[in-house]
């Protein structure tokens, strides 16, 4: 029986992982050059090891100063097809949930909120960002772009104070749902000082237009869900197609 081949850097990993094992987080883990000879493995096959590693969240990587065991974190989770406010999937997932660096300014809604939104070119509307945090930790980047006035209805954000669907609610503006296409991008600059992450960290990032029960678009926003805090799911169905007679 020939003997499975295993590559050098599941075996790096596998080490790796027995160290973390028995390291509390936030401890530093021996160098490269320790692990190397500990492992009786090359540098960068140990370097390439920890990337895999830091990219599951298993490691922190800090320039110049070290390799950390990273704080275990509990994944939220929240169904796709239910719209809900970031806050509340925190909430619902056991964590605390608070809103910070909220910031409301009035601009002239970009070319491309009002292509989405369906208006004129330059219609006055905001520019509405804040982080949400999951018992502390920063999770999610919210951008909201909105008209100044839907309708007759002069939208006024006074009322703001965390939940932007629960605010154009108590202006009698009902928000029933959305359409969003979600990807992976890299964090701007904006969000990375939000999320405390580097620039170039890639984030799940969705992107959404929010429709009253008049079916209105009303609200263009951007969400930058920073990398292992919050998943989403939804189920999907096979479509049967009857096969016609021959």
Excluded at 11 to 36: C, N, V, Y
Excluded at 125 to 130: A, D, E, I
Excluded at 167 to 183: E, F, M, W
Excluded at 207 to 212: E, I, L, S
Aim: avoid cysteine.
């Amino acid at each position: 029986m020939t003997e499975r081949f295993i590559p050098r850097q599941r075996l790096a990993r596998d080490g790796i992982e027995e160290i973390l094992m028995t390291t509390t987080p936030g401890q530093r883990l021996p160098s490269e050059d320790k692990l190397a000879k500990l492992l009786g493995m090359s540098r960068p096959t140990i370097r390439s090891a920890l990337s895999a590693l830091e990219q599951e969240g298993l490691v922190v990587r800090k320039h110049g100063v070290g390799t950390f065991a990273a704080r275990p974190l509990r994944t939220m989770n929240a169904p796709l097809h239910i719209l809900n406010s970031v806050a509340d999937i925190v909430t619902d997932n056991g964590f605390e949930p608070s809103v910070t660096n909220i910031h409301i300014a009035s601009v002239s809604l970009p070319h491309h909120v009002t292509d989405a939104l369906d208006l004129p070119d330059e219609t006055d509307g905001y520019r509405v960002t804040r982080t949400v945090l999951a018992s502390g930790d920063p999770a999610v980047f919210l951008i909201d772009y909105l008209p100044a006035q839907v309708g007759t209805m002069r939208v006024d954000l006074t009322v703001f104070s965390d939940k932007m669907m629960a605010a154009l609610a108590r202006l009698g503006i009902i928000i029933s749902s959305a359409a969003t296409q979600i990807s992976i991008k890299r964090a701007s600059e904006e969000a990375a000082n939000a999320l405390g992450i580097p620039s170039d960290e890639a984030v799940l990032y969705l992107q959404q237009v929010a429709y009253t029960t008049e079916h209105i678009p009303v609200i263009y926003s951007i969400g930058y869900h920073r990398e292992g805090y919050i998943s989403y799911s939804i189920i999907r169905h096979t479509e049967f197609k009857e096969r016609p007679e021959s």
